[in-house]
Every structure is written in structure tokens, then in C-alpha cells.
């Protein structure tokens, strides 16, 4: 069975700090792999996608996410973050006809 | 273009009682999939549907059961409500099967008295 791990439940940062969110991975094939996100009272909605080709992947909002197959990781990253990044982030992983999703990391934006 | 919608957005139920909860997906989408998340954690795959079968289960009892119609909307049934279904359910509709990019709804928010 597959299963997502990130590792930070909750990360506090000031506005222009880098983010990176960490995401690993198990699964025995070949993986889709997302982030989404969900701001303050809204619905879950995809921040980036990687199905295959370059392992650099570039979302909405100037968010992007790195595959390292090595390493079985999907890291998010964002060099200079703003108060509305504030929102809680899913790494997921499709496989076996379904989607997996890690427990979330809450990102707190502080001005 | 209207998104993914969910009736009921809010319910209580005793335990004991059954529930259906309905999503209407993108025009379009002829995938749907329900999730179970609870507070504190990532959204469970419950079941997928696609062009109106089953193409996937998660972990669940069969108290919970789900079907598609021909106009690709779908109902989840629970049956037999425990405290532990109390929880928000999430449905995400695919424009296709078989790449896991998915469009949520709001959700249906149960409590289980």
C-alpha cells in the first residue's frame, strides 16, 4: 500500500522568508505525484502536478516542487512567501487507482 | 463554470440513523471519488466511480456504500452512523480516470450524536 509522510505539522514564517515543505513517499510503481491547498475557508484545490517529464515542476502563485525519485521525495518550495500562502498543504500521491494524501502542514504567514 | 457541489454543506444525525450525501460534479467530469477527512488529518479515500462503476475502494466498512448516475452525480450512503463518522466529506470530481488530479467541493460536514 502506498503512503505519504510530511514532515512538518505546523511551520511559522515571517513574510519573504523561503519555504520548503517536506514530502516523502511510498509506493511500488510509477507515481503521480501533488500538492494542494487550502486557504482559510475554502476548499481544497491543486497547487502543482507531476506526472512525468521534468522533475522541476512549477504550480500557481510562484509555488513549485521538486521530484527526486532516489529519494522518493516531492518537496514544495517557494523562495519569498506572503501572508496569503497562509493555509494548510497536502502532499498526495496517486497509485492503485487512488489517491493518498499526507496529514498536512499548516503554514502560518506572519506580516 | 460551476465547481464541484455538495448537499448537504451541514448535518447532525444520531447514531444509529443513515445518511446520504449527494455531489454534483464540473460538467464535463465523469470521475467522482469520495473522501473522509477528519480533524487533524489528510482526506481518506473512501470510493471512485467512473462512468458509473466502481473503479476503487478505500478501507472502509460496508456500512459505507456509494453509486453514480447517468448524469455522472453521485450519493454516498452510510448506514448504521457511529460516533467515529463524524467527520467532513469531501467530493472531487476528474475530467478522467487514472491520474488522480482532483477538483474538490466544499464538503459535508456530519456530526454523529
Known amino acids: 500500500a502506498q503512503s505519504v509522510s510530511q514532515h512538518n505539522h505546523h511551520v511559522i514564517l515571517s513574510e519573504a522568508a523561503s519555504l520548503e515543505l517536506g514530502c516523502n513517499y511510498s509506493?511500488?510503481?510509477?507515481?503521480?505525484l501533488f500538492w494542494y491547498v487550502q486557504y482559510p475557508g475554502q476548499h481544497l484545490q491543486l497547487l502543482l502536478k507531476?506526472?512525468?517529464?521534468?522533475?522541476l515542476v512549477k504550480g500557481i502563485k510562484g509555488f513549485e516542487a521538486e521530484f527526486i525519485k532516489s529519494k522518493f521525495s516531492f518537496n514544495l518550495r517557494k523562495p519569498s512567501v506572503q501572508w496569503s500562502d497562509t493555509a494548510e498543504y497536502f502532499c498526495?500521491?496517486?497509485?492503485?487507482?487512488?489517491?493518498?494524501f499526507g496529514t498536512g502542514t499548516k503554514l502560518q504567514v506572519i506580516p | 463554470d460551476a465547481g464541484v457541489t455538495q448537499s448537504p454543506t451541514h448535518l447532525i444525525k444520531t447514531r444509529g440513523q443513515q445518511v446520504t450525501l449527494r455531489c454534483s460534479p464540473i460538467s464535463g467530469h465523469k470521475s467522482v471519488s469520495w473522501y473522509q477527512q477528519v480533524l487533524g488529518q489528510g482526506p481518506q479515500f473512501i470510493f471512485q466511480y467512473y462512468e458509473k462503476e466502481e473503479r476503487g475502494r478505500g478501507n472502509f466498512p460496508d456500512r459505507f456504500s456509494a453509486r453514480q448516475f447517468p448524469n455522472y452525480s453521485s450519493e454516498l450512503n452510510v448506514n448504521a452512523l457511529l460516533l467515529g463518522d463524524s467527520a467532513l466529506y469531501l467530493c472531487?470530481?476528474?475530467?478522467?480516470?487514472?491520474?488522480?488530479?482532483?477538483?474538490f467541493g466544499e464538503g459535508s460536514r456530519l456530526t454523529v450524536l
Open positions: 498526495a500521491v496517486f497509485g492503485y487507482q487512488k489517491v493518498t
Open positions: 472531487a470530481s476528474s475530467p478522467r480516470s487514472g491520474t488522480g488530479e482532483l477538483f
Open positions: 507531476y506526472f512525468s517529464g521534468d522533475p
Open positions: 509506493y511500488g510503481g510509477t507515481v503521480n
